[in-house]
């Protein structure tokens, strides 16, 4: 079986056992919905399709955007040989083949594009077989993924192509595609059916920017609404029988969609995307961004665990000390969703996030610890100082071990005035409260303790009857 496969004659494009999706697929960029920023007039993608010098391209967007389709278009217009295959299916041993094919119709004058669905799932030496074919100028390569290519296609093939970002069709472009798809009696339904636009706005909002998904919809609806002739015309003194259109009702439609489709991979970049907007919208405060955020995800059927996790980790991250009690509710919640399941898990992910939204917001945590890091990173890890030392042997005693430490609970106030950084890092701050809920409390204190410690006694003095070159043996840490 050959792995390539010639375009479509549009001759021969009404072959009605074809799904609709394919039948109606644009033939010239003039047919082409969509894309405006690129294929517009004067826009970049279209002035190299123009011009012949697209080179090799990356397309990159949802399923149902118009991939495949630019890819075709660009080979009939530039009079290329399409080869076509799928990144699911190919191996090593067919893309060497395809490529010795390429090189030898270059050498009789003849172009090849090779067109690759889903590129992305190409392991690194699948990819790098490409190159020098690329490089040679004995392909132009177009890809399409759904995936971001700086994460899923191998620097030195991006390097080698201009990747183009495809974007959802609106309802708007959605409704016109299937509008055009109910008259087109070559190609489409062939005015058999009607639908109001209301239902057509229903089909384009519940597939969600995918114009192949919309098709599907609506041959399955135009399918479910057949029904016998419902009129009879005399024609001439002849009887002719005429099928009344059908129409493509709302409850139709319901039977048709079964279930939203929801564009969702648990591993792929909207995956990330929807997480970072729940993350982002409870650290504005937004609690219905948040829930819409949330239920997208849910309902998508992501691993609620996972979203537990990530929530927990917006308590600690966005709210810390402002708000204690933020963590034992995530924590709750978290494991509410492990003891109870799904759906009725959701509702405890739903409590914590408007939690978080209505808390008092703090970073100061976060910014602390990310301080800390840096300087573990950056400075000379400096030997602990040895008043902070334990001394449980006579010779760490004699060494130095524990000399000038001042126990806390023996000095007025419970505060000493002892440096407890390394000397490179003395007095540096890094954990500062905000006026944010309960850490305007912890600053206040924290600002007495700054009081007490310069009133307490200077490093190496002996707090009273406490020793300065020993620890007490009250103290816990020193046992």
């Given at each position: 079986?050959?792995?390539?496969?010639?375009?479509p004659?549009?001759?021969?494009?009404?072959d009605s056992?074809r799904?609709l999706?394919?039948?109606?697929?644009p033939?010239?960029?003039?047919?082409f919905?969509g894309?405006?920023?690129?294929?517009?007039?004067?826009?970049?993608l279209r002035?190299?399709?123009?011009?012949?010098?697209?080179?090799s391209?990356?397309?990159?967007?949802p399923?149902?955007?118009g991939?495949?389709t630019l890819?075709?278009?660009?080979?009939?217009m530039t009079?290329?040989?399409?080869?076509?295959f799928s990144?699911v299916l190919?191996?090593i041993k067919?893309?060497?083949?395809?490529?010795?094919d390429?090189?030898?119709?270059?050498?009789?004058?003849?172009?090849?594009?090779v067109?690759?669905?889903?590129i992305?799932?190409?392991?690194?030496?699948?990819?790098d077989?490409?190159l020098?074919?690329?490089?040679?100028?004995?392909?132009?390569?177009?890809?399409?993924?759904t995936?971001?290519p700086?994460f899923e296609?191998?620097?030195?093939l991006?390097?080698?192509?201009r990747v183009y970002?495809?974007?959802?069709?609106?309802e708007?472009?959605?409704?016109?595609?299937l509008?055009?798809?109910?008259s087109?009696?070559?190609?489409?339904?062939?005015?058999?059916n009607?639908?109001?636009?209301?239902?057509?706005?229903?089909?384009?909002?519940?597939?969600?920017?995918?114009?192949?998904s919309a098709?599907?919809?609506?041959?399955v609806?135009?399918g479910l609404?057949k029904?016998?002739?419902?009129?009879?015309?005399?024609?001439?003194?002849?009887?002719?029988?005429r099928?009344?259109?059908?129409?493509?009702t709302?409850d139709?439609?319901?039977?048709a969609?079964?279930k939203?489709?929801?564009?969702?991979?648990?591993?792929?970049e909207?995956?990330?995307?929807?997480?970072?907007?729940?993350h982002?919208?409870?650290?504005?405060?937004?609690?219905?961004?948040?829930?819409?955020?949330?239920?997208r995800?849910l309902?998508a059927?992501?691993d609620?665990l996972y979203?537990?996790?990530?929530?927990?980790?917006?308590?600690?991250?966005d709210i810390?000390?402002?708000?204690p009690?933020?963590?034992?509710?995530?924590?709750a919640?978290?494991?509410?969703?492990?003891?109870?399941?799904m759906?009725?898990?959701n509702?405890a992910l739903?409590e914590?996030?408007?939690?978080l939204c209505?808390a008092?917001?703090?970073?100061?945590?976060?910014?602390?610890?990310?301080?800390?890091?840096q300087?573990?990173?950056?400075t000379?890890?400096?030997?602990?100082?040895?008043?902070l030392?334990?001394a449980?042997?006579s010779?760490?005693?004699?060494?130095?071990y524990?000399k000038?430490y001042?126990y806390?609970?023996?000095?007025?106030?419970?505060?000493?005035n002892?440096e407890?950084?390394p000397?490179?890092?003395?007095?540096r701050?890094?954990?500062?409260?905000t006026?944010?809920g309960?850490?305007?409390r912890?600053?206040e204190?924290?600002?007495?303790?700054?009081?007490?410690r310069l009133?307490?006694s200077p490093?190496?003095?002996?707090?009273?009857?406490?020793?300065?070159?020993?620890?007490r043996s009250t103290?816990?840490?020193?046992?």
């Amino acid at each position: 079986m050959s792995l390539f496969q010639p375009i479509p004659n549009p001759a021969h494009s009404a072959d009605s056992t074809r799904p609709l999706a394919d039948r109606m697929r644009p033939r010239t960029l003039d047919e082409f919905v969509g894309q405006e920023h690129l294929t517009g007039p004067g826009k970049p993608l279209r002035v190299q399709i123009e011009r012949d010098d697209t080179g090799s391209l990356i397309f990159w967007g949802p399923p149902g955007t118009g991939k495949t389709t630019l890819a075709k278009i660009i080979a009939n217009m530039t009079k290329a040989e399409f080869i076509e295959f799928s990144a699911v299916l190919a191996g090593i041993k067919e893309i060497k083949q395809v490529m010795a094919d390429a090189e030898r119709a270059r050498q009789y004058g003849t172009r090849t594009i090779v067109f690759i669905d889903e590129i992305h799932r190409f392991n690194k030496a699948q990819q790098d077989a490409f190159l020098p074919h690329v490089e040679k100028g004995n392909i132009r390569l177009i890809g399409a993924t759904t995936e971001n290519p700086s994460f899923e296609i191998n620097s030195a093939l991006l390097s080698r192509t201009r990747v183009y970002v495809l974007q959802p069709l609106t309802e708007d472009q959605i409704v016109a595609l299937l509008r055009r798809a109910l008259s087109d009696r070559e190609r489409g339904l062939g005015e058999l059916n009607v639908a109001s636009d209301d239902v057509l706005k229903k089909i384009a909002s519940y597939t969600s920017g995918d114009a192949r998904s919309a098709y599907n919809v609506l041959e399955v609806a135009a399918g479910l609404a057949k029904s016998p002739p419902s009129r009879i015309e005399r024609e001439n003194g002849g009887a002719t029988t005429r099928e009344q259109p059908r129409e493509i009702t709302d409850d139709i439609v319901q039977t048709a969609l079964q279930k939203r489709i929801l564009l969702y991979d648990k591993t792929g970049e909207e995956h990330y995307n929807l997480i970072s907007a729940v993350h982002k919208s409870v650290r504005n405060s937004d609690p219905d961004a948040a829930l819409y955020w949330l239920g997208r995800m849910l309902e998508a059927g992501e691993d609620p665990l996972y979203i537990a996790r990530r929530v927990v980790r917006m308590s600690v991250e966005d709210i810390g000390l402002a708000d204690p009690n933020a963590l034992s509710l995530c924590m709750a919640a978290r494991d509410a969703v492990d003891f109870i399941g799904m759906p009725e898990g959701n509702l405890a992910l739903a409590e914590a996030v408007v939690y978080l939204c209505a808390a008092p917001k703090s970073n100061a945590l976060y910014t602390a610890y990310g301080n800390v890091q840096q300087d573990v990173e950056q400075t000379a890890a400096d030997p602990v100082p040895l008043h902070l030392r334990n001394a449980p042997t006579s010779l760490m005693k004699n060494l130095g071990y524990g000399k000038g430490y001042q126990y806390a609970h023996d000095v007025e106030g419970k505060v000493a005035n002892m440096e407890c950084l390394p000397e490179n890092l003395r007095g540096r701050v890094y954990y500062q409260p905000t006026n944010e809920g309960i850490e305007k409390r912890i600053r206040e204190r924290l600002e007495e303790i700054k009081r007490k410690r310069l009133q307490s006694s200077p490093p190496g003095a002996s707090p009273a009857g406490s020793p300065a070159a020993e620890p007490r043996s009250t103290d816990p840490s020193a046992k």
